[in-house]
């Protein structure tokens, strides 16, 4: 038996970078910090690939510091590099399920929901107590 399972919490080090392509696929890659559990120490960082409709959702609500969820496999990407012929590589998690852990609070900060702000602009006499 085999198994290749990964499972993380963290933040997002940057927002996502998200690509399209002409097939209808869609691709988002960014980082995550996952904190060791001594506060001295410096996070581990992760690089993330998501694929489809998750990609979307990470494409419209994942931002910088957004914490995270995920749950998804270890890959090893391999390139030869186009300047020197060397051959290169990177570790990459691919992810199959990400969940957005943030309060709507955070998601208000980072720019996702507006709701909030309608809310704090209401006239204090239209309360209706």
């Given at each position: 038996m085999t198994i290749n399972s990964i499972n993380l919490v963290g933040r997002a080090g940057r927002d996502p970078e998200v690509r399209y392509f002409e097939s209808?696929?869609?691709?988002?890659?960014?980082?995550?910090?996952?904190?060791?559990?001594?506060r001295n120490e410096e996070p581990d960082w992760f690089n993330l690939?998501?694929?489809?409709?998750?990609?979307?959702?990470?494409?419209d609500y994942?931002?910088?510091?957004?914490?995270?969820?995920?749950?998804?496999?270890?890959?090893?990407?391999?390139w030869k590099d186009k300047n020197t012929g060397e051959n290169k590589s990177k570790p990459v998690i691919r992810v199959d399920r990400l969940e957005l852990l943030?309060?709507?609070?955070?998601?208000?900060?980072?720019?996702?929901?507006?709701?909030?702000?309608?809310?704090?602009?209401?006239?204090?006499?239209?309360?209706?107590?």
């Amino acid at each position: 038996m085999t198994i290749n399972s990964i499972n993380l919490v963290g933040r997002a080090g940057r927002d996502p970078e998200v690509r399209y392509f002409e097939s209808g696929t869609i691709v988002a890659n960014f980082t995550i910090a996952v904190n060791r559990r001594s506060r001295n120490e410096e996070p581990d960082w992760f690089n993330l690939e998501i694929w489809g409709k998750q990609a979307q959702v990470a494409a419209d609500y994942v931002k910088k510091g957004s914490l995270l969820g995920i749950t998804g496999s270890f890959k090893q990407d391999q390139w030869k590099d186009k300047n020197t012929g060397e051959n290169k590589s990177k570790p990459v998690i691919r992810v199959d399920r990400l969940e957005l852990l943030g309060s709507k609070k955070d998601s208000f900060n980072n720019g996702v929901s507006n709701n909030q702000s309608h809310i704090n602009q209401q006239n204090p006499n239209d309360i209706p107590f």
